[in-house]
């Protein structure tokens, strides 16, 4: 590492960055890696959550780390007309655990918080203020930035961490409680019981724009608490705007957004599921990768993750199909895309939210009688630029 503060610098400490630091450090111990992070603690303000199908065994090993809450038992979904429990094992990991996680698992000065980039290249980061930071290799790790080259909807959300006068009753995560009135797009409720006076409940839409309203959205998630009888008091909340992915040229987003030699992963560098817009189970297989080829030179390790982001779009093209024709379908219809998901094999689902559905899947979901009109199946999504 002669002439060079690190091995790997790492720009942006959320949770793709944080896994490839942790991959590292477990993996190959030797490689000195920094993780600049321009927030106050890594991971930001987030609860991220996953099926325990969507890992493979090191996936779970490497999440293993940190302190997440367990469902065993599985999850429900409330539809109209029909609700439904299901067995797979779900967890969910907050943001302040993920922070503690890599704190205490990492070697000291790995992570530097406060570090707001200025520039970065295949040979380091540049800080404002000028500082340097030569590395062997750079991996982005930013976030996704909104881009012509890339069309869809959005998934809009406000989630907030109750602490409930009395017990709340819920005894496992309801997923998806579509009972509700369906504003402007696809809505739900999703709700996580996190201890018997502990709860999270978001209120979650699939619609045309990212605009954020949190007056009308606070409004709506005091509504459904009051009319379950959870008072008490907030503990934390969130909001979120993320990218649903129908469409685009995404040899074009990579070409416009790259930086020669240096490595992309995360959201930024398409390592998501198209219609769901989970990533953290990609987050886990990209940091493995990474770490898996810590060898490589910076030039070298951006061609690798450029690639796998290539195949990566190409084999969730199938969820951005079902993506379009829910973003086609009129507003207040799209709930019955998910209601006849949900009423398929239970292994089938599991497989559609680790994006690895099989070819009898695909066909499975699209046979029979289309939940919307057809005309959603030809529908065009604007491109995902911010909102005005």
């Not at 008490?232 to 790259?258: C, I, K, M, N």
Request: glycine share 12%; charged share 20%.
């Amino acid at each position: 590492m002669t002439g060079r503060d690190c091995d790997i610098a790492i720009v942006g400490g959320g949770l793709a960055g944080g896994l490839i630091a942790l991959a590292l450090a477990q993996r190959r111990p030797e490689i000195v890696v920094r993780v600049l992070e321009s927030g106050a603690a890594p991971g930001g303000n987030h609860r991220w959550s996953w099926f325990d199908s969507d890992l493979s065994l090191q996936g779970r090993a490497l999440l293993g780390e940190f302190a997440t809450t367990h469902w065993d038992t599985g999850y429900d979904v409330r539809f109209p007309g029909f609700a439904r429990s299901l067995r797979t094992p779900y967890r969910s990991l907050a943001s302040a655990d993920f922070a503690a996680g890599l704190e205490r698992l990492l070697p000291a000065g790995t992570i530097r918080c406060g570090a707001r980039v200025a520039g970065l290249d295949r040979d380091g980061v540049t800080l404002e203020g000028g500082e340097r930071i030569a590395a062997g290799a750079v991996i982005d790790c930013r976030g996704f930035a909104p881009t012509p080259h890339l069309a869809g909807g959005w998934q809009v959300f406000m989630g907030r961490h109750l602490r409930t006068a009395a017990p709340h009753g819920v005894e496992r995560p309801v997923i998806m409680d579509t009972c509700v009135e369906q504003l402007g797009g696809y809505r739900f409720v999703y709700v996580l019981p996190l201890a018997a006076d502990e709860v999270f409940v978001e209120d979650t839409y699939y619609q045309d724009t990212p605009l954020l309203d949190r007056a009308a959205l606070s409004a709506r998630l005091d509504a459904y608490c009051r009319d379950r009888g959870w008072d008490g008091a907030v503990l934390g909340s969130e909001t979120g705007v993320l990218p649903v992915v129908t469409g685009g040229d995404f040899a074009a987003l990579q070409s416009a957004q790259r930086i020669e030699g240096v490595g992309v992963a995360g959201a930024r560098g398409g390592f998501g599921h198209p219609l769901t817009s989970y990533t953290l189970p990609f987050a886990v297989e990209t940091a493995l990768a990474v770490a898996a080829n810590a060898e490589l030179p910076g030039p070298r390790m951006a061609a690798m993750l450029e690639e796998r982001a290539r195949r990566h779009w190409s084999a969730t093209r199938f969820y951005r199909r079902l993506g379009a024709m829910l973003f086609g379908a009129p507003p207040g219809q799209r709930v019955r895309v998910f209601a006849r998901f949900y009423r398929l094999e239970e292994s089938l689902i599991e497989r559609f939210y680790a994006g690895r559905s099989t070819l009898a899947d695909r066909a499975r979901i699209l046979c029979g009688r289309p939940p919307v009109p057809l005309g959603a199946l030809l529908a065009r999504q604007p491109p995902l630029k911010a909102a005005a």
